[in-house]
């Protein structure tokens, strides 16, 4: 064998052969194949021969133990996990990830092997964010329970008609996903404000009650059986008339004493 000729043998390619090559500064060009850096390592034709073979039977075998890609997402089949109870992934958001998975090109080994790493990753940290969320609600209860004693009971029914009064259902729902419920600071303040609501639909009631009752519609009223008369007594009638009075008089009207309303003075 001549060494010479092995030693030169790149040199005998033509130089209309081409291939690309990618130089220091990140940009690709085509240069003669006699003079590309992937040829030198390689002592001979035959050499560089026989590793060419060689790679494009790999490059064949892997291709055909490869899976087929996935023409649609329906396609990934997602392996069973033994998850939390009460965990249950979204339908929604699987058939997302499935979507992007094939937009990406992935291969079905490599959405099985993320799902198998991201799912439990993901149960793991909503248990803890659960078992934080319970902490916390455990920690101003005891709070609560420290400020009032027996009467924490109280303060939080006091708490929860407040909010009822001035939101309804949607505001507890709002202190309930927010956790702003489970504050005891919350639930104090709501529970001080509470007899000032109450206090004032019992005014607001009273008005309405009142509203068009002038002097002789009262003295009208108070001749009315329902009022005077115990045996036809009506309370709510009762109630209306003495609060028309005290409407009239503020201050000054006493209520009923007896069989008919009495005004002081």
């Given at each position: ?5 092995d ?5 005998t390619?033509p130089?209309?052969?081409?291939a690309p090559?990618r130089?220091?500064d990140g940009?690709?060009r085509e240069i003669?194949?006699?003079e590309?850096?992937?040829l030198?390592?390689?002592r001979?034709k ?10 494009q039977r790999l490059l064949?075998r892997?291709e055909?133990?490869a ?5 649609g ?5 997602l392996p ?7 965990f ?8 997302a ?6 937009e990406l090109a992935?291969?079905?080994?490599q959405v099985?092997?993320l799902y198998?790493w991201?799912v ?5 940290a ?10 916390a609600?455990e920690a101003?209860?005891?709070r ?7 009467e924490?009971?109280?303060v939080l ?6 909010a009822?009064s001035?939101g309804g ?8 996903s927010?956790?702003a419920g489970d504050s005891?600071v919350v639930?104090?303040a709501l529970?001080r404000v509470a007899p000032?609501?109450?206090e004032?639909r ?13 002097l002789?519609r009262?003295?009208?009223?108070i ?10 007594r009506d309370?709510a009638?009762v109630?209306?008339v003495?609060e ?10 006493g209520?009923?004493?007896?069989s008919?309303g009495?005004?002081?003075?």
């Amino acid at each position: 064998m001549d060494m010479r000729n092995d030693a030169d043998w790149r040199s005998t390619l033509p130089e209309e052969w081409l291939a690309p090559w990618r130089g220091d500064d990140g940009r690709e060009r085509e240069i003669p194949l006699r003079e590309h850096p992937g040829l030198a390592k390689y002592r001979s034709k035959d050499e560089a021969v026989k590793a060419l073979v060689h790679a494009q039977r790999l490059l064949g075998r892997r291709e055909a133990e490869a899976p087929a890609q996935p023409r649609g997402p329906e396609d990934y089949e997602l392996p069973d996990l033994l998850l939390d109870e009460d965990f249950e992934p979204d339908q929604g958001v699987l058939d997302a990830y499935k979507a992007k998975a094939l937009e990406l090109a992935l291969s079905p080994d490599q959405v099985r092997g993320l799902y198998e790493w991201f799912v439990p990753l993901n149960v793991a940290a909503v248990r803890a964010s659960r078992d934080k969320s319970r902490k916390a609600r455990e920690a101003e209860l005891g709070r609560l329970r420290r400020n009032h004693g027996p009467e924490a009971s109280r303060v939080l029914e006091s708490a929860r008609r407040a909010a009822m009064s001035l939101g309804g259902e949607e505001l507890l729902e709002i202190l309930e996903s927010t956790g702003a419920g489970d504050s005891s600071v919350v639930a104090e303040a709501l529970a001080r404000v509470a007899p000032l609501l109450l206090e004032g639909r019992m005014r607001d009631s009273g008005a309405r009650e009142t509203d068009g009752l002038n002097l002789d519609r009262l003295r009208e009223m108070i001749r009315d059986p329902r009022y005077f008369d115990p045996s036809s007594r009506d309370p709510a009638f009762v109630r209306q008339v003495d609060e028309g009075f005290r409407h009239l008089y503020p201050g000054q009207y006493g209520g009923t004493s007896g069989s008919a309303g009495s005004r002081k003075g």
